[in-house]
């Protein structure tokens, strides 16, 4: 029995070799390791597909019908989205009409979940009693959900999904210190009654005390749902689940892979790295030491010129606070260079795992105008405002968008102005959709819940100028 399955991870893996040598594929098997990039492949492509048996069952349609289920998928832009949701649609054309709503069609603000409450209350059809929120690659179990909710009473203040914790207050939830607040993992889904909604839509849309920033979509709809309706995420990981099991309604990133990977190889992206003199020789040694080295084309842009690195003197004096200057410097410098699909943004301590970065940017249409990374927002939640990408997670511009920004009126407010903030508001200006990806991240792994890192395709991290910073057993050293 052993040996069989050796010959048929052997054989599943060859399949996935041949398939992947487009794209990340052709980077992660130049690089040598292996292991690294079996387990890059794997998580992409396995992790987004399903397996086997599981997958197979998903298939059978339901023996009865939900009138009163409705299901809110936080969907986003791009092609490998627009996919998602036209498979989402075929699949479960079973649920009533007005059952299944899709998030992108609200706006910037829908992300946040917590600005669009009101609106998805009032879309809800009159029969239903529960909403099951998931994410556009999650995978429901339709035919457990009758069990389910016959435990609890729909005209209570309901709230299960898979909770989880911070080990320590976080720069990405704003240094909460309340160890006690735990939220739902959206990528596992999560369930609330009406009831629940109705109460919590109510308070959003006549409270004044709303969040200024957004930064954690997550962790923000646990703050809300406490403060409106005293109510925290009851913890069931055996029913929304993180991978397949005989007990769950939801399955995370388990939806069938619908996206075609284009041709895109390591050669068709440029990328540019923000640094200082003064971390010429530890920060910005640490990135050509490591992911820098791996990349076909990168550029360090600094302040000063070093021909023994070389940097890039951007003819811009180093601010402590934002580098907006410095950054509208880049994308200019972009805006000069030919032959390239995409355009990568990172600090001199972000880290990145580059095979990864290029299979998920192969499911993309850099003709289309999107930038890429861990989406956070300011103003959102007051209707004015907008939605940026993060910096030290890195941002991802087609080419498309680098365009855009590089002709329009946008300009830095100043030259020590937050350089991702001002991209987000020139983004929102002219229109170009940001998407948000769950392998990117704002800050080390200790910043974020171990329990979530679990089953995230990990691409970059911040922070990891010192080395074992950004170590993590599924992202590497």
């Given at each position: ?172 939830h704003q240094y909460n210190e309340d160890s006690t607040l735990v939220y739902p993992d959206f990528a596992c889904g999560w369930l609330a009654s009406v009831a629940l909604i109705k109460d919590v839509a109510a ?111 951007s003819g811009i004096e180093n601010t402590e606070m934002g580098h907006c200057g410095k950054t509208q410097f880049i994308l200019r410098r972009f805006a000069k260079q030919t032959g390239f699909k995409w355009f ?134």
């Amino acid at each position: 029995v052993q040996r069989a399955m050796a010959v048929a991870v052997v054989a599943c893996l060859s399949a996935l070799l041949a398939t992947s040598s487009l794209g990340a594929g052709q980077s992660c098997l130049s690089s040598g390791n292996i292991g690294a990039c079996t387990e890059s492949l794997a998580v992409s492509s396995l992790g987004a597909s399903g397996a086997g048996k599981y997958e197979a069952e998903q298939q059978v349609k339901p023996t009865q019908p939900y009138a009163n289920l409705a299901v809110v998928v936080r969907s986003q832009v791009g092609r490998l989205h627009s996919e998602r949701v036209a498979s989402m649609r075929k699949s479960w054309d079973f649920l009533p009409e007005g059952s299944l709503i899709f998030t992108h069609e609200f706006g910037r603000a829908a992300w946040a979940v917590v600005p669009v409450l009101p609106r998805i209350f009032a879309l809800l059809p009159n029969s239903v009693q529960w909403v099951l929120f998931i994410e556009d690659d999650t995978d429901i179990i339709f035919d457990k959900i009758g069990s389910i909710i016959s435990s609890y009473d729909p005209h209570a203040h309901v709230f299960l999904g898979r909770a989880l914790r911070d080990a320590q207050p976080t720069v990405i939830h704003q240094y909460n210190e309340d160890s006690t607040l735990v939220y739902p993992d959206f990528a596992c889904g999560w369930l609330a009654s009406v009831a629940l909604i109705k109460d919590v839509a109510a308070y959003v849309n006549n409270s004044e005390a709303r969040p200024e920033f957004l930064t954690d979509a997550q962790f923000d709809v646990a703050k809300m749902f406490r403060t409106a309706a005293s109510i925290l995420v009851s913890d069931h990981s055996d029913i929304f689940c993180a991978a397949p099991g005989r007990a769950c309604l939801t399955v995370a990133h388990a939806r069938p892979n619908v996206s075609r990977l284009a041709n895109l190889s390591l050669a068709e992206i440029s990328f540019a790295v923000k640094t200082t003199t003064k971390f010429h020789k530890n920060r910005l040694l640490h990135v050509r030491q490591t992911w820098g080295r791996t990349v076909k084309h990168i550029e360090y842009i600094s302040d000063t010129a070093d021909t023994t690195i070389p940097t890039i003197a951007s003819g811009i004096e180093n601010t402590e606070m934002g580098h907006c200057g410095k950054t509208q410097f880049i994308l200019r410098r972009f805006a000069k260079q030919t032959g390239f699909k995409w355009f990568v943004i990172a600090d001199d301590d972000t880290s990145l795992r580059v095979s990864r970065l290029v299979r998920l940017l192969s499911h993309f249409d850099p003709s289309e105008p999107i930038i890429i990374g861990e989406r956070y927002g300011y103003g959102l939640a007051m209707s004015y405002g907008y939605d940026y990408i993060t910096g030290g997670g890195g941002m991802v511009l087609s080419k498309a968008a680098l365009d855009a920004i590089t002709k329009s009126d946008c300009d830095c407010w100043q030259v020590d102005s937050p350089d991702d903030m001002w991209i987000g508001s020139c983004a929102t200006h002219i229109s170009i959709p940001l998407v948000h990806n769950w392998g990117f991240h704002q800050a080390p792994p200790s910043a974020y819940s171990a329990t979530l890192l679990e089953h995230q395709t990990l691409i970059s991290f911040h922070k990891c100028h010192k080395s074992g910073d950004c170590t993590h057993a599924r992202f590497g050293g």
